[in-house]
């Protein structure tokens, strides 16, 4: 089992920053990815960000140029530095850890963090 702990989210003006934080614990010796996805009302749940253990990194397109995913191996953590926001990245963003087996791929999923951009 893996568990995933985010924080970070709030309410911040277009075009200001946050920072998004992701503590994972449990079984975190065999994860291979993590990532960032959102989900706004009314809306399906998208890909924002992913990062491999190699460090590969992988961004949805509406967000290619402002935000960026970098991990801590040291403590487990994920991050995301959104900068340049706009009203329409507002939505919870849901921390991901895919975790492999030999046989299987599973994948884990936080509690979610809500971003609010407006003025």
């Known amino acids: 089992q893996v568990q995933l702990v985010e924080s970070g989210g709030g309410l911040v003006q277009p075009g200001g920053s946050l920072r998004l934080s992701c503590a994972g614990s449990g079984s975190i010796f065999s994860i291979i990815a993590m990532g960032w996805y959102r989900q706004a009302p009314g809306k399906q749940r998208e890909l924002v960000a992913t990062i491999t253990s190699g460090g590969r990194t992988n961004y949805g397109d509406s967000v290619k140029g402002r935000f960026t995913i970098s991990r801590d191996n040291a403590k487990n953590t994920v991050y995301l530095q959104m900068n340049s926001l706009k009203p329409e990245d507002t939505a919870v963003y849901y921390c991901?850890?895919?975790?492999?087996?030999?046989?299987?791929?599973?994948?884990?999923w936080g509690q979610g963090t809500q971003v609010t951009v407006s003025s």
């Open positions: 991901n850890a895919v975790r492999a087996t030999t046989t299987q791929t599973y994948n884990y």
